[in-house]
């Protein structure tokens, strides 16, 4: 019966990167992809789950699930601006690419599908993870191979609420940014280049709700751009410690990066306000769980406690709320 009815979405598993995407339908017709490129995984893919921790909020100007089951997002990749388009029908995938970025993309098609992670190593200590693992056959852990697009939103997510991280990453990438190549061009938007966000003057960070603190961290961050990226190619640990030589870029933020450039199994959000209490309290019903806790009833799963986290976090158990939501800020008005 577990396998058979998947669980409403909630609050918390869309946390756990659950994105909405609607059953696959034929393709209508439209304008010819520049770039194509069809592939055949060897295990079950929900591409919802894979592709969800990439989407930051409903209105992501570089994320959109559309109705025919496909998977539309943009990238700034080394050889330049890409729009890609993802569906997956008979157990095949096809991705279809625009812009100069198409052919980086479409070559690291599998990658960021879960081609690179190894789910059979992650074995469940717990009945609630057990099951959410068996409802959810289809998750395997992203990895963009780019860091800064992971980066600029996560320091944006710093200490606020995730609607007003969530409203600044889309003014700015709309007003900063570039149209995306193909079809969806006027519709989707490309992250701004670092130079860009270099030149971004302070009011304008001001209007979108950024604090000094945020904005001085992806100015730092940018400016050293070409050294971040190269972290790619480094180990999630030593990527982590390259990205916290930054100022103002911590555990909490570099782990959050890596799990979506690295696709690291092991990158456990420390640091989080709410995270500990939900692990406490779906494996030992201790809602007050602090960070140690946390990473104590999390040390059976060494090596794969990202992947434990997110499957708790769909399991969608969580503590009833006894207090006040964290309240918005908007510092544009002021």
């Known amino acids: 019966m577990a396998g058979r009815f998947a669980p409403r979405p909630t609050r918390t598993t869309v946390r756990g990167g659950q994105a909405a995407v609607p059953a696959g339908v034929p393709r209508p017709a439209g304008p010819a992809p520049e770039r194509v490129r069809t592939w055949a995984p060897e295990w079950q893919l929900d591409i919802g789950l894979v592709l969800g921790p990439l989407r930051r909020g409903p209105a992501d ?27 997956a029908y008979d157990g095949r995938v096809r ?19 879960g081609a690179a992670d190894d789910p059979e190593a992650f074995a469940p200590r717990h009945r609630l993870v057990a099951v959410a693992r068996h409802r959810r056959p289809g998750l395997r852990l992203t990895r963009t191979g780019l860091v800064l697009e992971s980066l600029i939103p996560s320091v944006l997510e710093q200490k606020v609420t995730t609607d007003e991280a969530y409203r600044a990453w889309r003014l700015l990438v709309r007003k900063f940014g570039e149209p995306a190549p193909g079809p969806v061009e006027g519709r989707m938007w490309v992250m701004p280049a670092p130079r860009t966000w270099a030149l971004i003057p302070s009011w304008e960070w001001h209007r979108a709700g950024v604090d000094d603190k945020r904005a001085s961290t992806i100015l730092r961050a940018v400016r050293v751009a070409a050294r971040l990226e190269e972290a790619v190619r480094l180990e999630p640990a030593d990527a982590q410690a390259r990205l916290q030589v930054v100022p103002g870029i911590g555990p909490w933020t570099s782990a959050e990066t890596v799990q979506r450039s690295h696709g690291a199994p092991d990158a456990v959000t420390v640091g989080d306000l709410h995270l500990p209490g939900i692990v406490g309290w779906a494996l030992a019903g201790d ?11 999390l040390e059976p799963y060494a090596g794969q406690r990202h992947r434990a986290t997110r499957l708790i976090l769909l399991s969608g158990r969580t503590p009833a709320r006894r207090a006040p939501r964290m309240p918005r800020g908007d510092i544009g008005r002021l």
Do not use: I, K, Q
């Not at 699930?65 to 569906?87: E, F, I, K």
């Not at 625009?98 to 599998?110: K, N």
């Not at 809602?287 to 009833?297: G, K, Q, Y």
């Open 61 to 87: 100007p570089t994320f959109r699930a559309a109705p025919d089951g496909s998977v539309w997002r943009t990238s700034r990749t080394p050889a330049g601006p890409g729009t890609l388009r993802v569906s």
């Open 95 to 113: 991705g279809e690419a625009w812009g100069p970025g198409a052919d980086w993309l479409l070559e690291r098609l599998p990658e960021l599908l």
């Open 287 to 297: 809602r007050h769980a602090d960070d140690s806790v946390m990473l104590s009833l």
